[in-house]
């Protein structure tokens, strides 16, 4: 695979769709409208699109809050995103970005709905994914070749890394207009990775997150010793089981099962701590509950 050199390329994107608006889905929506870009933000229903519209407001709230974004900026990214119900709206989107939950059969039930109804024969169609092959929502389409990962890290608005994840049969062009989308349109920096289970990151982090609730979870330290001592002792922002009730107990798990039934590796196996409190509920900050109350 060629290294990543950075894109000198122009991105000359304006209409953007985003499907889903959980914490993945918000976040890229409001990093493309402060970006200036025209968005499009899609949901199962109004309920979800409600929740989705508050937590960009909140995200911007926070940025004006802190002095880093002034209120008339806050109004004209807002006013640049809508919100629908329906996907046929994403019919003139230039690239199009999924970020709902790790479930393979809605994913591809969206890739084979998006490549009906998007006009564009160049339109990219990107995922969020952090664990499903890329080549299987190629393979829901008629056109692979525009398919491609593109995942972000939470919280979006904060973190600087895009992981691309070209499948098999993505063009290179496609790679390339991507790669400028992310890099010159949202300044945020590409790594490469093939599309493998996990991509580069979740294939070291997630091992790491898992073996802190197996040391947990066999009494040997307490959740707060754990945490303070990567924080403590080597500058880690949060600890991993804070990181891990930010990612969300049910996508830690999601991206383990990923990882274990590709490549088949213990250190990939969720342990049953995890599979108990995700059986709970118990999903992290998002459901006000995880390792830590919220
Ligand atoms: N939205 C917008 N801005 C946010 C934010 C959010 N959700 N969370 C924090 N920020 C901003 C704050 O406004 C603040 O900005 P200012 O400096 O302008 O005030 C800045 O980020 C720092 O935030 P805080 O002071 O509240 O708190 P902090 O310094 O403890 O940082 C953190 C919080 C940014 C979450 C930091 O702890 C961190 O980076 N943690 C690690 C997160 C991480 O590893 N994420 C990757 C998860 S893996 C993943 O996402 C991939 C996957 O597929 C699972």
Do not use: W
């Not at 400028?180 to 599309?195: C, H, M, P, R, Y």
Request: proline share 3%; net charge negative; with cysteine.
């Amino acid at each position: 695979m060629a290294s990543n050199s950075g894109s000198e390329a122009v991105s000359e994107t304006s209409r953007v769709g985003v499907i889903g608006s959980g914490l993945m889905g918000s976040g890229i929506a409001e990093v493309c409208a402060r970006a200036g870009l025209d968005v499009i933000v899609a949901e199962v229903n109004a309920t979800a699109l409600d929740s989705g519209r508050a937590r960009i407001e909140k995200s911007l709230a926070r940025g004006v809050k802190s002095g880093k974004l002034a209120e008339e900026d806050r109004d004209a990214a807002l006013s640049r995103i809508r919100f629908t119900t329906d996907l046929a709206d994403f019919a003139d989107r230039e690239v199009t970005i999924e970020a709902v939950a790790e479930d393979e059969a809605i994913k591809t039930e969206i890739f084979a709905t998006l490549d009906k109804v998007v006009e564009a024969d160049d339109a990219i169609f990107a995922s969020n994914t952090s664990s499903i092959p890329i080549m299987k929502l190629g393979m829901a389409t008629a056109r692979p070749e525009h398919v491609i990962g593109v995942h972000f890290f939470n919280p979006v608005p904060v973190l600087k890394l895009v992981e691309l994840v070209p499948s098999l049969l993505t063009a290179e062009e496609t790679k390339t207009r991507a790669q400028a989308f992310v890099e010159t349109a949202l300044g945020k920096q590409v790594i490469l990775s093939q599309d493998r289970a996990g991509f580069v990151v979740n294939a070291l982090l997630v091992p790491y997150l898992l073996s802190a609730i197996r040391m947990m979870e066999s009494g040997f330290a307490s959740a707060e010793d754990i945490d303070n001592g990567m924080v403590l002792g080597c500058a880690h922002p949060m600890g991993p089981l804070r990181l891990t009730d930010l990612i969300g107990l049910d996508t830690t798990k999601a991206i383990a099962d990923s990882l274990y039934s590709e490549f088949k590796e213990q250190l990939y196996s969720a342990p049953p701590l995890l599979l108990r409190m995700v059986d709970a509920g118990l999903l992290g900050k998002k459901s006000g509950r995880g390792f830590y109350q919220y």
